[in-house]
């Protein structure tokens, strides 16, 4: 079994620029949910895309957009980079279910750095 | 309030020792939750979860829920140096979203 993946590893980039990160998720899951975790918090919920179409979002602005391919892969857009963008970009894949829990995995994260 | 909170510690505790980690939470309408733990410079790794009243357990963990006093704890018995590491709650209040605790950062000392 395939865990997630996601890359690339780490990003430097601008203030201003524009970033693309991706995520593969885990063999048989067709759910993908985005965090953003900052140095010394918890990851907070980006989004989430089921079937292609964004299925819940937290308080992130409009400059974070996402997609969903056919294939469960999963990106990550973010415009206008800010210094506050720097952090961890976790990629999380789940399969959906109606139980009352909902196991995400995560995968290994983008460090991206807005200098 | 935030809504979901952690001690950020750390907790320190010796090799063999039981760790306690505890959680409280703010939305009562949240139907499950989540153990992760967090090495540095890594992703999060589920350990467990939980979603009825009492315990839970694998291994040497133990989760324990009691929705009335909306809190949730992780007890880690015989607790190993390989354990030390930052241990995240988090919470699905029925949403899409987990929300996240700050964690609370464990050492365990040989």
Redesign the interface.
Known sequence: ETGVTQSPTHLIKTRGQQVTLRCSSQSGHNTV?W?QQAL??????IF?YYREEE??R?NFPPRFSGLQFPNYSSELNVNALELDDSA?Y?C?SSLPTSA??????????TRLTVL | QKEVEQNSGPLSVPEGAIASLNCTYSDRGSQSFFWYRQYSGKSPELIMFIYSNGDKEDGRFTAQLNKASQYVSLLIRDSQPSDSATYLCAVNTGRRALTFGSGTRLQVQP
Not at chain 1, 40 to 45: L, N
Not at chain 1, 101 to 109: A, R, V
Request: net charge negative.
């Open positions: 949910s965090y010394g918090q918890g990851p907070q919920f989430q299925n819940g937290g961890l976790l999380a009352p829990y909902n196991e995400q995995f995560f995968g290994p994260g």
